[in-house]
């Protein structure tokens, strides 16, 4: 069956990097967008990145624009969002999501991985 498992969230200082992971398995990876979706306490789903096959298209939230980077390893079925530069405000718990084909929602979720940004 299809699972998304995200992995490296992490207790960080302002202005430290981290880099969370999300691992597909059950589906053809190589043939889907991703998202990476957050959401902060207290507040609503926020979309921070996207993917498209073959990496050809990106898209970045302006509140994570030069500061996130999101690639894709097709060869190890694995999505990537690097966060560099990280503030309190990227403290969230980050999914990321499988984009359905011939749609932009969501159709598949992982569980999840918190980041937290605090000195």
């Known amino acids: 069956q299809v699972q998304l498992v995200e992995s490296g969230g992490d207790l960080v200082q302002p202005g430290g990097s981290l880099r969370v992971s999300c691992a597909a398995s059950?589906?053809?990876?190589?043939?889907?967008?991703f998202y990476w979706v957050r959401q902060a306490p207290g507040k609503g789903l926020e979309r921070v990145s996207a993917?498209?096959?073959?990496?050809?298209?990106?898209y970045y939230a302006d509140s994570v624009k030069g500061r996130f980077t999101v690639w894709r390893d097709d060869a190890k079925n694995t999505l990537y969002l690097q966060m560099n530069s990280l503030r309190s405000e990227d403290t969230a718990v980050y999914f990321c999501?499988?984009?359905?084909?011939?749609?932009?929602?969501?159709?598949?979720w992982g569980q999840g991985t918190q980041v937290t940004v605090s000195s």
């Open positions: 999501g499988r984009r359905g084909n011939n749609t932009a929602h969501i159709d598949y």
């Open positions: 059950g589906f053809s990876f190589s043939s889907y967008w």
């Open positions: 993917i498209s096959i073959s990496s050809s298209v990106t």
